[in-house]
């Protein structure tokens, strides 16, 4: 079985590697799509989104009131993806991942989840933020 339960996972020797790889080439021939991202997430996500040719727009730290702001705006493009991190590195805040599932479908949106600071100590059995927040097969 499949130890974070996870349709799509990424495995590799650095995890700046594995997120900055995922953003990057995912968006980067495609300037048509949006990739929307929390204003305090790790550097390797900023990275990844710096190194693609989508339409980047931020929202405010885990606020929900401007991700759907920034959702509205992105509704022109192609393709959405809203970028967080499952715990932020820095503070150890936890994404809403029930609001931000709701928003992501709301708006059709693709959503990016980084679990490389919440994976093996988070949640009962240590798989990460959707294990703690019960939100497994809710919406990745």
């Keep these: 079985m499949n130890f974070v339960l996870l349709r799509l996972v ?3 020797g ?12 995912y968006a980067k021939e ?3 799509d949006a990739i929307i991202s ?3 997430n790790h550097a390797s996500i900023i990275d990844g989104v710096r ?17 759907e702001k920034q959702l509205k705006e992105a509704q022109g493009a192609r393709r959405r993806v809203i970028a967080t991190d499952g ?6 805040d936890v994404a809403p991942l029930r609001e931000i599932s709701w928003l992501a479908d709301k708006y059709k949106a693709l959503l990016f ?12 059995t240590g798989r990460g933020t959707e294990e703690e927040l019960e939100q497994f097969g809710k919406r990745v």
């Design 10 to 12: 990424f495995i590799g």
């Design 14 to 25: 650095s995890c700046h590697t594995k997120v900055g790889g995922a953003c990057g080439p």
């Design 30 to 32: 495609c300037p048509e």
């Design 38 to 40: 929390d204003e305090l």
């Design 51 to 67: 190194l693609s040719k989508a339409k980047r727009l931020r929202y405010k730290h885990l606020d929900m009131d401007d991700l």
């Design 87 to 92: 715990v932020f590195s820095m503070d150890g």
């Design 113 to 124: 989840i980084d679990e490389c600071h919440a994976t093996g100590f988070f949640g009962k």
